[in-house]
């Protein structure tokens, strides 16, 4: 269900040139200013309206949010590092009816009950529910992220206690084909074992340079992480039971 004020919202572009943001290196601000990318990564994503929750990392001006506003999701929080988007994402936020919430901070080191506050998500519901986590992740230090995240799904900890965890993730294309990389690939190793240990992955989109604003150095894509079933959760707990028979 599309809010009907969406249509009224100056182009992402216009923002971008009126609140005269210019892309910031230190914070690896590469944007994606054109709609039917965007719609792209959130079509192949399948961002579904089943998603109890979708958190967005990193939205700058928001125009991958909109996109994924426009499936109908009905509960979405943001986490933006760099205030200067806070005046653009708060129109997307009025427009959405407050579907949208917005946390300034940093994903690196915030507290993730913040967000699950933010999403008005009580503790009880969690574990029956799905969360998408996504974004067009600042290059330089998207690999400290997903390490990061993979520890939290390893202990079921923060946003990695819902039941159900996709991640729909844009690294630069070298990154990505490392996350993936199989037994046979000589691109596997440490980042590949890690990941695929709590993940199924896949590549779901090619994006070259030339879609971002400003153009960088090098190409990306689009890689979706599903997590494995936690044995040690209600319901799936065969490997616990398993240990607790030989006491
Ligand atoms: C590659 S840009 C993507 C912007 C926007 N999503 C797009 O696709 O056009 C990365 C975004 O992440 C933000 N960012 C960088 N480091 C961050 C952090 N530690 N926590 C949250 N956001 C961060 C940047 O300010 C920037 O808006």
């Given at each position: 269900?599309?809010p009907?004020?969406?249509?009224?919202?100056?182009?992402?572009?216009?923002?971008?040139?009126?609140?005269?943001?210019?892309?910031?290196?230190?914070?690896?601000?590469?944007?994606?200013l054109?709609?039917?990318?965007?719609?792209?990564?959130?079509?192949?994503?399948?961002?579904?309206?089943?998603?109890?929750?979708?958190?967005?990392?990193?939205?700058?001006?928001?125009?991958?949010?909109?996109?994924?506003?426009?499936?109908?999701?009905?509960?979405?929080?943001?986490?933006?590092?760099?205030?200067?988007?806070?005046?653009?994402?708060?129109?997307?936020?009025?427009?959405?009816?407050?579907?949208?919430?917005?946390?300034?901070?940093?994903?690196?080191?915030?507290?993730?009950?913040?967000?699950?506050?933010?999403?008005?998500?009580?503790?009880?519901?969690?574990?029956?529910?799905?969360?998408?986590?996504?974004?067009?992740?600042?290059f330089?230090?998207?690999?400290?992220?997903?390490?990061?995240?993979?520890?939290?799904?390893?202990?079921?900890s923060?946003?990695?206690?819902?039941?159900?965890?996709?991640?729909t993730?844009?690294?630069?294309?070298?990154?990505?084909?490392?996350?993936?990389?199989?037994?046979?690939?000589?691109?596997?190793?440490?980042?590949?074992?890690?990941?695929?240990?709590?993940?199924?992955?896949?590549?779901?989109?090619?994006?070259p340079?030339?879609?971002?604003?400003?153009?960088?150095?090098?190409?990306?894509?689009?890689?979706?992480?599903?997590?494995?079933?936690?044995p040690?959760?209600?319901?799936?707990?065969?490997?616990?039971?398993?240990?607790?028979?030989?006491?």
């Open positions: 269900m599309i009907k004020q969406f249509p009224r919202l100056l182009a992402v572009r216009d923002l971008v040139k009126i609140y005269g943001l210019t892309a910031k290196s230190q914070l690896s601000q590469n944007f994606i054109d709609k039917n990318i965007t719609d792209k990564i959130v079509k192949y994503a399948k961002i579904s309206q089943n998603d109890t929750l979708v958190v967005e990392v990193g939205p700058g001006p928001g125009l991958l949010t909109r996109s994924i506003l426009e499936t109908g999701i009905s509960n979405i929080v943001v986490i933006e590092k760099d205030g200067r988007f806070l005046p653009t994402l708060m129109q997307l936020a009025e427009a959405s009816e407050h579907t949208l919430k917005i946390i300034k901070g940093d994903m690196l080191k915030i507290d993730h009950e913040k967000i699950m506050k933010a999403a008005h998500i009580d503790e009880d519901r969690i574990q029956v529910s799905n969360l998408h986590l996504i974004g067009n992740l600042p330089n230090i998207a690999s400290s992220f997903l390490v990061q995240w993979i520890k939290m799904l390893s202990d079921r923060g946003i990695f206690k819902f039941s159900n965890i996709t991640m993730l844009m690294f630069q294309k070298e990154v990505g084909d490392r996350i993936i990389a199989d037994t046979t690939s000589p691109q596997r190793g440490r980042m590949s074992v890690l990941v695929q240990s709590f993940c199924e992955v896949k590549k779901i989109y090619e994006v340079s030339s879609v971002f604003v400003p153009r960088p150095k090098v190409d990306a894509s689009v890689i979706q992480l599903t997590a494995l079933p936690n040690f959760l209600k319901g799936n707990n065969n490997n616990r039971q398993k240990v607790n028979s030989y006491k």
